[in-house]
């Protein structure tokens, strides 16, 4: 009987999610950047074609999609969490820093690695001299805080429609410090996100002047964030409700 009474009292515990989602909003708090929401199902306008993703567009393809019927009014679940940075440009104008934990959709097949829906971070920095030095910055002071390591960046040139230049950006290892191991596959980094400087088409989509505004935005997996900093190596695990994960954090 007594042991019943303890299962009773039992305490709660946070997803490792919602945690990780807490201290994100948390450390960009600090550095001026208010946390946004927006809507999971989107019109084609603001997930792909103010991205600079017109419909002929063969960027297209990267974004695997769930269309909504009827087909004729172009509704999906949101493939990303950049249609948000419009909505937050239309909303809130220039200057802005904000940051949007979301769920998105891909319509993939499943396997360790890969979900239909999974978490994502979207970051969005507007200033009149921004620049990619101002990424690095933010994002290496976060990385530093989130992983409570200090952690330098390298970014490496890549395309996304919605960015002139693209980046993605890595991080030395958290484990190693960039010596090598097998978390870093010997490389002494860690790849962990696409970024770059916002394409003048989609300030000015956002109805922001980009003769005078310049600014960043990036996008990362949140899962990915929490296989490296709780090691949970399988996607699925986050998502299928077992206590026994949970119970751990
Ligand atoms: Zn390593």
Known sequence: MKDEGKEKNKKGHLHPMTLMVNDIATIFRKMGFAIAEGPEIETEHYNFDALNIPEWHPARDMWDTFWLKPLKDRKLLRTHTSPVQLRYMEKMGAPLRVVVPGKVYRHEATDATHEAQFYQLEGLMIEENCSLAHFKGVLE????????????????PSYFPFVEPGVEADITCIKCEGIGCSMCKQTGWIELMGAGMVHPKVLEWGGIDSKKYKGFAFGAGIDRLGVLKYGIDNIRISYNGDLRLTNQF
Not at 141 to 156: A, C, G, I, Y
């Open 141 to 156: 002071q976060f990385f530093s805080e989130f992983f409570n390591t200090k952690v330098s960046m390298r970014l490496r």
